[in-house]
Nanobody, 120 residues
Framework: QVQLVESGGGLVQAGGSLRLSCAAS????????MGWFRQAPGKEREFVAG?????YYADSVKDRFTISRDSAKNTVYLQMNSLKPEDTAVYYC????????????????WGQGTQVTVSS
């Protein structure tokens, strides 16, 4: 059974940093697109970042967030710097067979989410 388990969320002041991790188990995803979405209260879920071999970012997080993966550990990371109050959301890890499917929200697997709260 495939599981995606996120960790690293929390409360941080504006301008601060957090690093999210997503550990996958149940199968190997070395050739899959892995990435992150977020959903703020009252808003739709939105794509944040994804990676197969190269990273791809939403414009709202470009130059502030960095996605990376460790295929040996079946884990994807999201380093978030210069955080803003508008980054507050539940962050979800997701895996898809292709990056275009991931960015469209058509993931095969989803994590349970981790809360990120940025105070002003």
């Amino acid at each position: 059974q495939v599981q995606l388990v996120e960790s690293g969320g929390g409360l941080v002041q504006a301008g601060g940093s957090l690093r999210l991790s997503c550990a996958a188990s149940g199968r190997t995803f070395s050739n899959y697109a892995m990435g992150w979405f977020r959903q703020a209260p009252g808003k739709e879920r939105e794509f944040v970042a994804g990676i197969v071999w190269s990273p791809y970012y939403a414009d709202s997080v470009k130059d502030r967030f960095t996605i990376s993966r460790d295929s040996a550990k079946n884990t994807v990371y999201l380093q978030m710097n210069s955080l803003k109050p508008e980054d507050t959301a539940v962050y979800y890890c997701a895996v898809a067979t292709a990056l275009r499917l991931l960015t469209d929200g058509r993931a095969d697997y989803w994590g349970q989410g981790t809360q990120v709260t940025v105070s002003s």
